[in-house]
């Protein structure tokens, strides 16, 4: 669940206007999140075949103890503390408000596609509320593809390089209206009591029918507590989206939560144009809604609320931050969003089901991600994620054969990556290629095409 009431409302009518069939929180949608059958749609799982495992008899300590600032991709980690999806499926939570991207390629206004793309921005990394569990390393040639018809998009992924490990994703509109594309090398490090993932890698929205390119890359992340206390997740850094046709630029600040937790979870920036001049505001919280508002207006506001403030501004108690050995404690969640008046609703949450607490906090739509359904296995590739039996024995609740399939898997990989080097082979991608962004200029892993063709003769045998 949310912690308020109003973050599982249903989007204004006015906010969302211009919002077309695709959107995400559509009334005709059941309260578990999948749309009913009659109306042509596929109806998808609403739970997982076993409720998570508990965490309570381990300790991470054991292992992360000799770990303190490195890297932590080349350490091995008890199965316990994952989740039963892989990274590629990880990534392709970013699809699940897919309807901002729609909305955006809908509206004329493009400070107001900017809007919504930051919104989508923003929504992409609000899966990771309470995610604590760490999504399987996908092995090398991995793949993932996800078709939602119902949101008018298909997805592709794979692992391309194990050592640095970079997920590859390429996904597109069913009415070729948008591409959206990227590469993920996830630097995690471990800083004593908490793992802080830094997302590095270019993700790219390309909008056809207004021939805009937008760029930006998440924020940190950064999970509390892996020692000794509750974990908690915050999420901080600055955000750069870049319109690369006109210039625009948002700027969005994810705030660390601060001493006393009164940013937790906050996200503040603006939109400019290309002369630099702040033309929209925008605040919310990713974990529940993002606003817009005019920039003379939200200083009106805020100078009012300083003042307000200032008046009201006590002596902090003394001794009241935790010491160096004991748990960070998680702040208490403040009050909902503030709203100003006048502003405008970008995104708001969709409500997570009942049972979420029990399902490694997943969200309806990532519940369904490694679901296979009926028929699914006569086209897959044999490199899709769905197949991984470890993925599918944690799921399922077994854990030993979770555990010694994992062990098989990683050892398989390491006996074919020790025969290539034996062969002086090199590793070729399937699906995709090292080549440069075009609108950044950098180097960047650039979908080649096919996959749905399905011709997957030379796919490798890493299960």
């Known amino acids: ?157 794979e692992q391309v390089s194990h050592h640095p490990p ?51 890359t998440n924020p940190f992340c950064c999970v509390h507590n892996v020692i000794l206390g509750k974990l908690w997740i915050e999420q901080y850094g600055t955000v750069e989206i870049v319109n690369h046709s006109t210039e625009e630029k948002c700027i969005l600040n994810f705030k660390p939560c601060g001493m006393f937790g009164k940013e937790l979870h906050r996200v503040e920036g603006y939109i400019q144009d290309k002369n630099k001049k702040k033309v929209c505001m925008i605040y919310g919280k990713w974990t529940e809604c993002m606003w817009s508002v005019d920039p003379q207006v939200y200083e009106a506001n805020r100078k009012a609320d300083k003042k307000g403030s200032d008046v009201k501004k006590q002596k902090p108690e003394e001794g009241s931050r935790a010491e160096n050995d004991e748990a960070d404690e998680m702040p208490e969640v403040q009050e909902t969003v503030v709203v100003i008046p006048g502003s405008t609703l970008l995104w708001r949450i969709s409500c997570r089901p009942p049972h979420s607490a029990q399902m490694y906090n997943f969200t309806n739509f990532a519940i369904t991600l490694n679901e296979l359904e009926t028929g699914m296995e006569e086209y897959l590739a044999p490199t899709d994620c769905r197949r991984r039996p470890d993925i599918r024995a944690m799921e399922n609740g077994d854990m030993d054969m979770a555990s010694r399939e994992k062990e098989r898997l990683e050892e398989k ?19 995709f290629r090292l080549g440069t962004n075009p609108h950044t200029g950098t180097q960047d892993w650039i979908y080649t095409g096919g996959y749905f063709d399905r011709k997957y003769n030379d796919c490798p045998d890493i299960y």
């Not at 390629?105 to 900017?114: A, I, P, W």
């Not at 040639?141 to 119902?150: F, H, S, V």
């Not at 056809?208 to 937008?214: D, F, L, M, P, S």
């Not at 990989?413 to 699906?431: I, L, P, Y």
């Open 166 to 216: 970079i997920s590859a994703f390429y996904s597109e509109s069913l009415n070729d209206d948008f591409v959206f594309h990227g590469s993920i090398y996830p630097k995690l490090k471990f800083w004593g009591k908490s793992v802080e993932a830094e997302p590095k890698g270019t993700i790219t929205l390309e909008l056809k029918k207004h021939n805009e390119a937008y760029t930006w």
């Open 1 to 157: 669940g949310l912690e308020s009431d109003e973050s599982c409302e249903g989007t204004s009518e006015t906010s969302y206007k211009d919002a077309i069939v695709f959107d995400g929180s559509n009334s005709t949608q059941k309260k578990n999140g999948t749309t009913p059958q009659e109306n042509g749609i596929k109806k998808r799982r609403t739970t997982l075949p076993a409720p998570m495992f508990s965490r309570n008899n381990f300790s991470v300590w054991a292992i992360l103890k000799k770990c303190i600032g490195l890297e932590l991709s080349k350490i091995t980690m008890p199965i316990v503390f994952n989740e039963p999806l892989s990274f590629l499926q990880r990534i392709t939570e970013y699809m699940e408000h897919t309807y901002l991207i729609h909305k955006a390629c809908s509206l004329s206004n493009s400070v107001e596609r900017m809007q919504a793309v930051a919104a989508f921005a923003v929504s992409a990394v609000a899966s990771q509320w309470e995610r604590t569990g760490k999504p399987f390393n996908p092995l090398l040639g991995e793949t993932y593809e996800l078709t939602r018809d119902e949101q008018g998009f298909r997805f592709i992924s």
């Open 413 to 431: 990989q390491r006996a074919a990556r020790k025969e290539r080097a034996n062969n002086e082979e090199d590793w070729s991608t399937r699906w």
